[in-house]
Every structure is written in structure tokens, then in C-alpha cells.
């Protein structure tokens, strides 16, 4: 393996290391305003706030997707290299596409995940619970 082969290896793991944590750090988020909201929601005995803190879980979930399916194109870019299958210092991407985003978006991971922040924030809003 070449030394350019090597170097654009680290830096395509930097870039994939990157999303991973960003995408931690939005599930951190995402979770916090979720609860801050629900909870000021009950305090205030305001069933329609409670809905509101759907919006930014749908927001971060939509967000966490595109990180999560970007870094699913640098994972096939850093094994395609790693083949020397690409070439080294390539890691312009094209644009995400409709489908890579929602198969991302209904991953299990993130699926089951901001489905049961909305499921709990859609009950609390009806006042089901």
C-alpha cells in the first residue's frame, strides 16, 4: 500500500469518526429538549407543548440520518480504497439521494430510537398517559 493510500485512510477514518460523534451527540440532544420540553409541558399542565417538542426530535432524526448515511458512503469509500478500487485523495461524494436518507432515517438504530421519542411525545400530547 502507498504512502498516499495510507494517508488518505487516516483521513477518510477521521472523516468517518466525525459523523459517528456527531450523530451521538445529536441522539444527547435530541433526547434533552425532547425531556426538557415534556417535562415544562407537565409543569405547566400544557398538553399542546408537549407536541411541540416533536418538531425539533423530528428535526435532529432527520439530521442524524443524513450524518449517518454519509457516513455509510465514507465507509464505501475508505473499503473501496482500501481495495485500491478508488483513488487516493477522492472524497467528493454526490449528493444523498431520497432513498440513502430514508433507509438511514428507518435504520434500526435511529428508527427505533427517535420512534420511541415521538411515540412517548405523541402520547404525552394526547394526554395518554
Known amino acids: 500500500m502507498s504512502e498516499k493510500q495510507l494517508k488518505s485512510l487516516e483521513l ?7 459523523l459517528s460523534g456527531h450523530g451521538f451527540l445529536l441522539k444527547g440532544w435530541a433526547v434533552t ?11 405547566t399542565g400544557q398538553t399542546r407543548l408537549a407536541a411541540l417538542a416533536g418538531v425539533p ?3 435532529f432524526w432527520m439530521l442524524n440520518a443524513y450524518f449517518l448515511a454519509r457516513e455509510h458512503e465514507y465507509r464505501r469509500r475508505f473499503e473501496a480504497l482500501r481495495l485500491g478500487r478508488a483513488e487516493p485523495f477522492d472524497f467528493q461524494l454526490q449528493p444523498l439521494d431520497a432513498r440513502s436518507w430514508a433507509r438511514a432515517m428507518f435504520s434500526r438504530t435511529l428508527g427505533l430510537f427517535y420512534g420511541l421519542l415521538v411515540a412517548v411525545t405523541l402520547l404525552l400530547a394526547m394526554d395518554v398517559v
Not at 477518510?12 to 466525525?18: D, K, P, T, V, Y
Not at 429538549?33 to 409543569?43: H, I, S, Y
Request: net charge positive; aromatic share 4%; hydrophobic share 55%.
Open 12 to 18: 477518510l477514518q477521521g472523516i468517518i469518526s466525525r
Open 33 to 43: 429538549l425532547t425531556v426538557g420540553l415534556l417535562t415544562f409541558a407537565g409543569a
Open 57 to 59: 426530535t423530528l428535526m
